[in-house]
Nanobody, 125 residues
Framework: QLQLVESGGGSVQPGGSLRLSCAAS????????IGWFRQAPGKEREGVAC????????NYADSVKGRFTVSRDNAKNTVYLQMNSLKPEDTAAYYC??????????????????WGQGTQVIVSS
């Protein structure tokens, strides 16, 4: 059974950093595109970053470009989202999801079929 588990969320001050992890079980993560998404209260889920399955190419939403970095450790079957220079508007529940490809920039939730349970990120002074 394909399963994704996010971890690494928490509370941080503006300008701080967090690294989220997305651990996969039941499948080989590198065979799927992995997207990171976030959803703030009262807002729609939005794509943040994506790493492709075929060549590891990454793409980012404009709002996080230059601050967030997505990477993959195949040996650990885990994808990471390094978040630097965090802003209050980055506050949201963050989710990782597996899909066929990073077809859009930023990724669209409808292209991804298997989701983790989410991890909360709070950026506040």
């Amino acid at each position: 059974q394909l399963q994704l588990v996010e971890s690494g969320g928490g509370s941080v001050q503006p300008g701080g950093s967090l690294r989220l992890s997305c651990a996969a079980s039941g499948f080989t993560l590198e065979t799927y595109a992995i997207g990171w998404f976030r959803q703030a209260p009262g807002k729609e889920r939005e794509g943040v970053a994506c790493i492709s399955n075929s060549n590891g190419i990454t793409n980012y939403a404009d709002s996080v470009k230059g601050r967030f970095t997505v990477s993959r450790d195949n040996a650990k079957n885990t994808v990471y989202l390094q978040m630097n220079s965090l802003k209050p508007e980055d506050t949201a529940a963050y989710y990782c999801a597996a899909g066929k490809s990073c077809a859009t920039i930023p990724p669209l939730p409808s292209f991804f079929s298997s989701w983790g349970q989410g991890t909360q990120v709070i950026v506040s002074s």
